[in-house]
């Protein structure tokens, strides 16, 4: 390694039910990633103590030399730290819930970070990642923010405006996620051993290029073939956890490849190709959220409170599957080693989809190293992505411009412009049920 120098982490968010996973995923990878310290950050501390507990006995057990602590005191969480990760979620699954339900009346798509409710969680999450880029600024001025708090295009946009400067990196799991089912398609191991040239927004994007990274071998007609068949879905083993309404989002994308068949889509085109097929498939009383607050947030602070209860984190849930946020630690090791491995960021354009504007928000493969990310060029979107990207990143910037102008009218104008919403009247109706329950995060929209 280029340096012995060990890390000190921030979890912002530590009561999400990732930090677990993550945790086990970091003590996993300490050859690559060393640590001294870990905390956890979270503005609901009986939420927090809950996995903060777990995490502790974890940590004895597995990497006692790691000091670690959780706090709700941002001095305490902010202070002494190399890297802020960012994993909350303002207003909790009890504002999710009301993202997808409050369109879903309307016959709109209810999603976390797609349509109107996405714009709403995206409002909501502005205020709080610019103060927590700021307590990192004050108390720990080198330090780097990892950002995966939701909504990204929209938090990506606020910080391209209001905090230009600072050490803020903005990434998202979805395509690391596929590129590890196209790697198990190719009969590879999983994401490292894919190369790839992908373009788009958040949520929002196509490959245009798929390798085996080590002989350089195009895989593309291969993956064409079985995406437009089965999606990527790969089933057996390596799906056994994998939930249903997932199996349905993977499942999805051949026909979402059928729309476009030069690229392979990002899954979350989903909402866009077919926001009446998402709208008829739906249960407006149980949406997702509801299905995480069964399955997922049970199962983890169920496994936390077992663990607290035994008192030992033997065989505890994680060990077996917690490969999901591995990519984070690569990012982090990518640096502090200053490697400049290849990673999707969601960063302003600046050339890097040559016709795109500078100041666009787009998601493009960037190398992260010692000075932050540096954007591939991807070159130019076919015509097709680029009339979608136009029309999605500037629903984006309205969100933005709502947030700093108070204006009611500019985040009318946002759900009116969005694909997912049919008609301005809908969109008008589905903002006004909005804005009471958003008023505790949400400016005062005039
Ligand atoms: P969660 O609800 O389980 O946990 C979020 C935590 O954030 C809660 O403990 C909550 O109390 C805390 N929180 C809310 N507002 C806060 C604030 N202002 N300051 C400090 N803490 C605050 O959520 P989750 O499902 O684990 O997801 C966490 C975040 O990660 C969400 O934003 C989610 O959308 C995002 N996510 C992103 C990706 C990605 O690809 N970018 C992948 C997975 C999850
Ligand atoms: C993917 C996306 C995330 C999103 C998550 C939702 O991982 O990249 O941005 O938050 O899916 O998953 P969930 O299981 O919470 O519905
Ligand atoms: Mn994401």
Redesign the pocket.
């Known amino acids: 390694m280029a340096n012995d120098k060990r890390y000190s982490v921030v979890i912002?968010?530590?009561?999400?039910?990732?930090?677990p996973g993550f945790v086990l995923n970091l003590i996993q990878n300490e050859d690559k990633f060393p640590l001294r310290k870990l905390k956890f950050?979270?503005?609901?501390a009986e939420?927090?103590k809950k996995i903060g507990d777990a995490c502790a006995i974890i940590i004895k057990e597995r990497a006692p030399h790691i000091e670690f602590e959780y706090t709700t005191d941002p001095k305490e969480a902010f202070t002494d730290v190399d890297f802020v990760m960012g994993?909350?979620?303002?207003?909790?699954?009890k504002m999710r819930s009301l993202d997808e339900k409050i369109p879903l009346r309307y016959g709109v798509n209810g999603q976390?970070?797609t349509g109107p409710g996405g714009m709403a969680?995206g409002l909501r999450?502005i205020p709080?990642i610019l103060?927590?880029i700021d307590w990192m600024e004050e108390y720990s001025p080198n330090a780097w923010m990892i950002n995966?708090?939701?909504t990204?295009a929209i938090v990506a946009e606020a910080c391209r405006r209001f905090r230009p400067n600072s050490k803020v990196i903005n990434?998202?799991?979805?395509p690391i996620d596929i590129m590890t089912r196209m790697a198990q398609i190719c009969g590879l191991k999983d994401f490292h051993d894919i190369d790839f040239n992908y373009y788009g927004l958040n949520h929002f994007g196509w490959w245009k290029e798929v390798r085996d990274k080590k002989t350089g071998k195009d895989l593309m007609p291969e993956l064409k073939k079985y995406v437009a068949k089965d999606g990527y879905w790969v089933g057996g083993d390596f799906d056994k956890d994998t939930e249903a309404s997932w199996e349905e989002t993977f499942k999805k994308a051949a026909d979402c490849y059928a729309l476009e068949p030069e690229t392979l889509p990002n899954t979350y085109m989903q909402y866009y190709y077919f926001p009446q097929y998402e709208v008829k498939n739906a249960n407006p009383e149980h949406t997702r959220t509801d299905e995480?607050l069964e399955y997922r947030?049970k199962i983890v602070f169920g496994e936390c409170k077992r663990i607290v209860e035994e008192g030992t984190a033997k065989n505890n849930m994680w060990d077996r599957n917690a490969v999901h946020s591995e990519y984070i630690v690569d990012i982090c090791h990518a640096i502090a080693y200053n490697t400049h491995e290849k990673f999707l960021a969601n960063i302003p354009n600046n050339g890097a989809i040559a016709n795109m504007d500078p100041d666009s928000i787009v998601e493009v493969p960037c190398y992260f190293g010692a000075d932050g990310v540096q954007p591939m060029a991807t070159g130019m979107a076919g015509r097709f992505q680029r009339g979608m990207m136009m029309e999605q990143q500037t629903c984006e910037k309205l969100v933005v411009d709502a947030y700093e102008q108070k204006s009611y009218d500019k985040m009318l104008q946002a759900f009116a412009l969005n694909k997912t919403v049919p008609d301005a009247s809908v969109a008008k109706k589905i903002l006004d049920d909005m804005i009471p329950v958003n008023k505790p995060y949400w400016p005062d929209l005039k």
């Open positions: 912002a968010g530590g009561g999400s039910t990732f930090t950050y979270d503005n609901d939420r927090q994993s909350i979620r303002v207003g909790k699954y976390e970070t969680y999450s709080a103060q927590i995966y708090s939701n990204i990434i998202c799991d979805m995480i947030q």
